[in-house]
């Protein structure tokens, strides 16, 4: 890597205009989604509150080193975690950035690891309505993501059914550490209905199932467990192919978020070579599982890789498909992507506004 | 090179910072128990403000399992991706020799001394012999 | 060091000559083989409670799936692949004329919930092999296995076969008990260093959980595959913990892992790294470095469409051509025919991967040419 050393502003240069395909809002308190609750469980929040599958009820399993998993700068001076404020949102972050789309990728309370399953679905419907009424509603530029409880297939249903003619809504988010893999038959009718209502499914890092990060036990380290996460997105891959729910559906697409790239490639290769060896065990597979990748999986940029050399960079991008590429934030998070800065590569103009814009807006079909 | 000054030396308490703009260039200034150090405040990773981050001690350890704190104050930690920078030196911790941040040469300045020199850029701040001043060299 | 080879292409079996095959997979016909190595107690134990007659056939994997045993590679009759010394002389030592071959030994001791029990089959399993296979044929070394879910009695067994120079290695599987850098792992691996003794981590899982951290996936092939995603995580876990820095002379060797994640893997945990390390200060050096220093890792398979090109290109994004050891994975149908390795290799990673990466790795190999040489 060259020498980095900065100590001067950017020169002038073309406008940036970018699709940023995962923003993290968040509440200011959390009796911003009263009014969208019913009674009961607006007491239930407040009596049990979050039952999840491990130790802590609110607290994630490791601590981040960053308080709110944020950026230090992100904190709005009206008070509020960072995500909070829709004015320091923009002028943070989408007005400098030239964002011209953001998805909304609400993470709190993870109603799809909610033990309780009424529970969930009643924050799924309480949240969807919450980023329309409080962001959409005043930020043209933002859209929503249909949360679900994807334990209870009969909720999550009810709620896409009820979303999916909204067009504040794109897609559909799933966390991917869910009670089974995510490719499970038991999983099926959300699938269908997303690819009724051609709406795709957005895979973003997160959810507490009860099994370990690793299937060797659980890290002990935040360190371990940022890495698991990647590992985590191989899996739901794997589920995915293998079970066949691209075969099933074939109008469906998946956006895997905030799992890397790195791993893209050298997982596919893997998962085409075992398959080859052993696809005696799933005949309902009529194509290789790279084929099937190509066709139907997304992947959103952040956290970006940064190889020893740019090239290096340049050629996991040719491996894993310019098109297949949507450009992400992550923002308020640490780990940030700076779309100036972001990609440690020299980029075409064609290159740069396919990864990002182009490629989120064929993806959306918007803007 | 040129010399200027950019704030007294009470304007910056022990364990404080300031921003200055000094020749187009963002520069965070850092009292560290009485000593102070000056960095540009631009992250080499990925441009974020790096003096607005955290200001820490150097986390070291002998073996796994213990932790050393020393320096405290004299690190910085990048708002955004958590990079350590030495304030002193503007080096990362992790990659000294190739992610650094420039750091500028720094002096404490007796405003009797100051009044004499032609050459100071004191726009901002008419020296006072009374006082003393932070001079930096960009 | 290699025989001459002829300039001919790489299918020819005598270009593998001299090399060191670090993957073989020997496996016991049956636990009556293990009888003459136990106690009264447990013989007794095998007898009233059939356990000789337990199928431990194990998940990770299953005996007639294609992957466990290339077809040509099956002996006769109703014999286990890879039970048969006879059959792996022709298939692979004979017919590659390695210089050594280490063998692996997947059992059913390993993963047993009864420490004493699994501790007791391990050490009756390092007994058959010495017997059976080293003390047969002088071009063998093995790993030696233990019940890594307790560490008194598997440094007892480590320590019990560090005397015998052909015990070149000490087993573990990449999905334990407990992530691989646990502390409480730690005897082994100072046990390990202290005797000059690689840690070998292989693929294969004691199924103590859900094989990944999204549950149980439903077929096979997925589990497999999840294989190489355990090696990513236990390697994290092995640099995390500061395993490697707490045993400085340790190395380690991950063995059928698949390979090509390696790049992936060192962008992310070095990038990593730089955000986090104040979480783990005994990580002094980025991850890459750490793994050019003590991790290596056998070839077989290679993940990739074109293997020549994916060797080439972990080569350059490791800064390394000392991390790969050749194996063949035996019996595992890792490849076809006689195309252990792609053509189009230079001689000097040729030579490397053949052997001279695997000379470093496993000092013991200089020691004990002699096939009798046994201490018992």
């Known amino acids: 890597m060259s020498t980095l050393e900065l100590d001067r502003g950017p020169p002038a240069e073309a406008k940036l205009r970018v699709i940023d395909c995962d923003i993290h809002p968040a509440m200011n308190?959390?009796?911003e989604v009263h009014p969208y609750l019913a009674k009961k469980w607006i007491e239930h929040l407040a009596v049990y509150g979050s039952h999840l599958r491990h130790a802590f009820s609110e607290a994630l399993t490791h601590p981040r080193m960053s308080p709110d998993a944020a950026r230090v700068d992100a904190y709005p001076d009206e008070g509020g975690p960072p995500g909070s404020s829709l004015a320091l949102m923009r002028s943070q972050h989408l007005d400098?950035?030239?964002?011209?789309?953001?998805?909304?990728?609400?993470?709190?309370?993870?109603?799809?690891?909610?033990?309780?399953?009424?529970?969930?679905?009643?924050?799924?419907?309480?949240?969807?309505?919450?980023?329309?009424?409080?962001?959409?509603?005043?930020?043209?530029?933002?859209?929503?993501?249909?949360?679900?409880?994807?334990?209870?297939?009969?909720?999550?249903?009810?709620?896409?059914?009820?979303?999916?003619?909204?067009?504040?809504?794109?897609?559909?988010?799933?966390?991917p550490r869910t009670d089974e893999?995510?490719?499970?038959?038991?999983?099926?009718?959300?699938?269908?209905?997303?690819?009724?209502?051609?709406?795709?499914?957005?895979?973003?890092?997160?959810?507490?199932n009860g099994h370990p990060s690793t299937g060797g036990g659980w890290p002990s380290y935040y360190m371990e467990e940022h890495h698991a996460v990647a590992e985590t997105m191989q899996s739901v891959l794997s589920s995915l192919v293998f079970e066949g729910v691209f075969e099933r559906f074939p109008g469906l697409r998946v956006v895997i978020m905030e799992g890397g790239l790195g791993w893209i490639p050298s997982f596919s290769a893997r998962m085409d070579k075992h398959?080859?060896?052993?696809?005696?065990?799933?005949?309902?597979?009529?194509?290789?599982?790279?084929?099937?990748?190509?066709?139907?999986?997304?992947?959103?940029?952040?956290?970006?890789?940064?190889?020893?050399?740019?090239?290096?960079?340049?050629?996991?991008?040719?491996?894993?498909?310019?098109?297949?590429?949507?450009?992400?934030?992550?923002?308020?998070?640490?780990?940030?992507?700076?779309?100036?800065?972001?990609?440690?590569?020299?980029?075409?103009?064609?290159?740069?506004?396919?990864?990002?814009?182009?490629?989120?807006?064929?993806?959306?079909?918007?803007? | 090179m040129a010399r200027y000054v950019v704030a007294t030396v009470d304007d910056i308490a022990p364990g404080q910072r300031k921003l200055v703009q000094v020749q187009g260039r963002d520069i965070g200034i850092f009292n560290v128990r009485g000593e102070f150090f000056a960095i540009a405040n631009r992250c080499p990773h990925e441009g974020a403000s790096l003096c607005k981050g955290r200001v820490v001690g150097l986390v070291e350890?002998?073996?796994?399992?213990?932790?050393?704190?020393?320096?405290?104050?004299?690190?910085?930690?990048?708002?955004?991706?958590?990079?350590?920078?030495?304030?002193?030196?503007?080096?990362?911790?992790?990659?000294?020799?190739?992610?650094?941040?420039?750091?500028?040469?720094?002096?404490?300045?007796?405003g009797a001394v100051l009044v004499e020199e032609t050459l100071l850029r004191a726009e901002t701040f008419p020296v006072s012999i009374e006082r003393q001043y932070v001079v930096i060299e960009v | 060091m290699v025989a001459g080879r002829p300039s001919a292409d790489i299918d020819h079996p005598s270009t593998y000559a001299g090399a060191i095959d670090c993957d073989l997979h020997p496996a016991l016909p049956g636990m009556h083989v293990l009888l003459p190595y136990l106690d009264d107690y447990w013989r007794e134990m095998v007898s009233v409670r059939a356990l000789d007659r337990l199928n431990l056939s194990l998940t990770s994997y299953p005996q007639n799936a294609p992957l466990s045993c290339r077809p040509d590679w099956k002996p006769e009759g109703a014999t286990k692949p890879g039970s048969s010394l006879e059959a792996m002389q022709s298939h692979v030592l004979d017919r590659y004329q390695p210089r050594f071959g280490i063998l692996n030994c997947l059992y059913g001791a390993q993963v047993m919930h009864s420490e004493d029990m699994a501790a007791v089959f391990c050490r009756a399993t390092n007994d058959w092999i010495r017997d059976e296979w080293l003390n047969r044929d002088p071009r063998l070394r093995a790993s030696i296995v233990i019940p890594a879910h307790n560490t008194e009695l598997a440094v007892a067994e480590i320590e019990r076969r560090a005397g015998d120079p052909r015990f070149v290695q000490v087993l573990m599987l990449v999905s334990g008990e407990v992530t691989l850098g646990r502390r409480q792992l730690w005897p082994i691996y100072q046990a390990a260093e202290r005797l000059g003794l690689p840690i070998g981590v292989h693929a294969g899982s004691a199924y103590r959980y859900a094989p990944?951290?999204?549950?149980?996936?439903?077929?096979?092939?997925?589990?497999?595959?999840?294989?190489?995603?355990?090696?990513?995580?236990?390697?994290?876990?092995?640099?995390?913990?500061?395993?490697?820095?707490?045993?400085?002379?340790?190395?380690?060797?991950?063995?059928?892992?698949?390979?090509?994640?390696?790049s992936g893997f060192i962008w992310r945990a070095d990038k990593t790294w730089k955000g986090v390390r104040a979480e783990v200060p005994w990580v002094t050096r980025a991850p890459s470095e750490i793994i050019r220093d003590h991790v290596r890792f056998t070839v077989q398979p290679i993940d990739a469409p074109d293997e020549m090109v994916a060797i080439m290109r972990l080569i350059e994004h490791l800064e390394s051509d000392e991390l790969f050891l050749f194996s063949t994975d035996y019996p595992h149908w890792q490849f076809d025919g006689d195309e252990v390795l792609p053509s189009g290799?230079?001689?000097?990673?040729?030579?490397?991967?053949?052997?001279?990466?695997?000379?470093?790795?496993?000092?013991?190999?200089?020691?004990?040419?002699?096939?009798?040489?046994?201490?018992?």
């Open chain 1, 181 to 208: 893999p995510l490719g499970r038959r038991r999983y099926w009718p959300i699938f269908e209905a997303a690819a009724r209502n051609n709406l795709p499914i957005a895979v973003h890092v997160g959810g507490t």
């Open chain 2, 61 to 110: 350890s002998s073996e796994p399992g213990s932790y050393q704190l020393s320096r405290p104050g004299e690190m910085i930690r990048c708002p955004w991706h958590g990079w350590e920078f030495d304030l002193r030196t503007g080096k990362s911790w992790c990659d000294p020799q190739r992610t650094k941040v420039r750091a500028f040469d720094l002096k404490v300045e007796e």
């Open chain 1, 96 to 175: 400098p950035n030239g964002v011209a789309f953001g998805m909304l990728i609400p993470l709190r309370w993870n109603p799809g690891s909610q033990r309780n399953l009424d529970f969930g679905v009643a924050l799924t419907q309480a949240m969807n309505t919450w980023q329309v009424e409080r962001w959409v509603k005043n930020e043209p530029r933002l859209r929503a993501s249909i949360l679900i409880a994807q334990e209870d297939t009969v909720g999550s249903v009810a709620e896409i059914e009820a979303r999916a003619s909204d067009p504040n809504f794109t897609q559909i988010l799933v966390l």
């Open chain 1, 275 to 367: 398959w080859l060896r052993l696809r005696s065990e799933v005949p309902h597979l009529k194509r290789s599982p790279s084929e099937y990748i190509r066709e139907h999986v997304w992947f959103t940029t952040q956290p970006m890789e940064e190889p020893g050399r740019a090239s290096q960079l340049i050629d996991l991008f040719d491996r894993i498909g310019w098109d297949r590429l949507l450009f992400s934030t992550d923002y308020p998070h640490w780990d940030f992507d700076d779309p100036r800065h972001a990609f440690k590569a020299p980029l075409s103009e064609t290159q740069r506004a396919k990864l990002l814009y182009g490629n989120a807006q064929a993806f959306y079909g918007i803007g």
């Open chain 3, 212 to 262: 990944t951290s999204v549950g149980w996936p439903s077929y096979y092939v997925e589990d497999y595959v999840a294989q190489s995603s355990a090696f990513e995580n236990q390697l994290q876990s092995l640099i995390s913990e500061g395993v490697f820095a707490k045993f400085p002379g340790l190395k380690l060797v991950a063995i059928e892992s698949g390979l090509t994640w390696l």
């Open chain 1, 29 to 31: 308190a959390w009796t």
């Open chain 3, 345 to 376: 290799l230079s001689e000097v990673v040729l030579q490397k991967i053949l052997c001279g990466n695997a000379q470093a790795t496993y000092p013991r190999l200089a020691e004990a040419n002699s096939a009798m040489e046994v201490n018992a």
